[in-house]
């Protein structure tokens, strides 16, 4: 059975994992609420990557960075000047674009139809004209290979205007003192205005890591396909401070870890790819994004770029304070390297892109049984350590102290990981509940139980039954559910 986007956003709201946010209102464009099965998974998505980046080197620490930061921060990062979009109206709909997208479409669907020379054509000769001060080209393109708007189904245009993404909003009591201030795009600036506080604090030698958890914001043209583009979302970035000269090992190093990572939390290797960048950004020497299988094709989940000194240097430059590292390695003429701004590889990665393609590849429907025992099965199929509910413990039926046991065996869990009881509804009824959110392992409690101390633990994936006595549940569980 094939899963569209449609039947993963009814289940991701249906079992409590992703709202649209201020729904009773109709719901706000690309922005959502995570439910109470949904904090869950983004928490041990979320825990899972700050272990692997700071408890699993020693190199690497973390900060928890202000979501506002000073004007200038976001000068020196270029953002004020070329964080931009190239946006275009259908007059008659009304409705807004992204000029690159809608070309970006129309090269695919050269490329679908097997014309991939006109494809790549259009793709260069569209990278051209975006890099032109004058967009006017842009839009000329677009009616040339008569892009016609999906609403109005016609090609009357406005023209190209750059849009900038950054929210702003007012700091101050009253208007008069009040100054424009941004909510940051991105949570690399508040490692790099930190890069000195950190490295000098915690005595901290090059090569070194700063890691951090955070909400950056933007305001897209376009905002689709779920959680995947949304106007306020969680960053998980990791900036790696490097002697200039040695980035490229680093960047290869960092690429072949963060693929690693994703694969440990679940993702199959056939569905993840590195996408190399052709064009670079204004701070990069190299770029990748490590793409993800999504319903919709192979997407971003994650870029590590080399970024150089670009964001140290501008800093340095505008706040007129050296960002500079005193290096007293010896080199390979035994002098010191001394000063030097280090140059930064990057891994940023979007907790909920991350948790996007969790959900998606964890969403599996299968037909289970023969003949007329037929049925059709739906469950997660998560990693147990990033299951919401690790356990639940399920009496068979609640009279003759089964239930009593069971809320006894529940509560001698609870502390070791997430674990619920119920005993409402046939056992199957309650199995059902269980799968559709996720949970790896059910344990039922019969009248055995009561004789004997033993329980049977029902395996999510393959549905199959073991006995095991109650005195070995935590260690046997709690082995399953670490990561
Ligand atoms: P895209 O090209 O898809 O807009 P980007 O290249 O601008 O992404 P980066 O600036 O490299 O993205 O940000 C790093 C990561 O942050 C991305 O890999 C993605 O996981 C996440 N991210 C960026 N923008 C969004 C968004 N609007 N919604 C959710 N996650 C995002």
């Not at 702003?168 to 009253?174: N, P």
């Not at 059709?376 to 147990?384: A, D, N, Q």
């Not at 344990?443 to 073991?466: G, K, L, P, S």
Request: with cysteine; hydrophobic share 35%; aromatic share 10%.
């Amino acid at each position: 059975l094939t899963n569209s986007l449609q039947d993963i956003i009814s289940h991701a709201k249906e079992y409590g994992f992703v709202f649209p946010s201020s729904e009773i209102y109709d719901g706000l464009q690309a922005v959502y609420d995570y439910g109470q099965n949904g904090v869950e998974l983004k928490n041990n998505l979320k825990t899972a990557w700050w272990k692997a980046m700071t408890q699993l080197h020693d190199n690497i620490v973390g900060i928890d960075a202000a979501i506002f930061m000073h004007p200038l921060t976001w000068k020196a990062s270029g953002h004020v000047d070329g964080f931009n979009d190239p946006m275009i109206d259908n007059k008659d709909s009304k409705k807004r674009y992204r000029a690159d997208q809608l070309l970006e479409g129309k090269a695919e669907e050269y490329a679908a139809a097997g014309q991939t020379e006109k494809a790549h054509t259009l793709l260069a000769e569209m990278g051209r004209l975006l890099g032109a001060e004058d967009l006017s080209g842009v839009r000329d393109l677009i009616i040339a290979e008569n892009i016609v708007c999906p609403i109005s189904k016609t090609a009357n245009w406005t023209e190209v205007r750059q849009f900038n993404l950054m929210f702003s909003t007012q700091v101050g009591s009253v208007a008069e003192d009040s100054s424009l201030i941004y909510l940051r795009p991105e949570t690399a600036q508040g490692i790099f205005v930190n890069f000195l506080n950190v490295q000098k604090s915690g005595r901290m030698k090059v090569p070194f890591g700063i890691a951090q958890i955070g909400k950056a914001f933007r305001n897209e043209i376009v905002a689709r396909q779920f959680t995947f583009r949304m106007r306020e979302f969680e960053q998980m970035e990791m900036q790696f401070f490097v002697r200039p000269g040695t980035e490229m090992e680093w960047y290869k190093e960092w690429k072949e870890t963060r693929l690693k990572f994703h694969k440990a939390v679940g993702l199959p290797v056939e569905k993840l790819k590195f996408h190399d960048h052709e064009k670079l950004a204004h701070y990069a020497n190299a770029a990748v994004d490590i793409e993800f299988e999504f319903p919709f094709g192979f997407r971003e989940i994650e870029g590590i770029h080399s970024r150089t000194d670009f964001d140290l240097r501008n800093h340095q430059e505008l706040s007129k304070k050296k960002q500079q590292y005193f290096d007293a390695d010896l080199d390979e003429n035994g002098k010191p390297f001394g000063n030097y701004i280090p140059y930064v590889v990057e891994t940023s990665v979007g907790a909920d892109r991350l948790f996007l393609a969790t959900f998606c590849n964890a969403f599996t429907r299968e037909t289970v049984g023969e003949g007329e025992n037929e049925k059709e099965r739906t469950y997660l199929k998560l990693h147990p350590a990033l299951a919401p509910i690790k356990v639940a413990v399920l009496p068979l039926v609640k009279r003759d102290g089964l239930a009593e046991k069971g809320e006894a065996i529940a509560q001698s869990l609870k502390s070791s990981f997430r674990t619920v009881y119920d005993d409402g509804g046939a056992i199957g009824k309650r199995y059902t509940r269980q799968d559709l959110i996720g949970t790896p392992y059910c344990i039922a409690v019969d009248y055995q139980t009561m004789e004997d101390d033993t329980v049977t633990i029902r395996h999510r994936d393959t549905m199959e039954q073991e006995r095991v006595s109650i005195r070995e549940l935590k260690e046997k569980i709690g082995y399953q559910v670490s990561m």
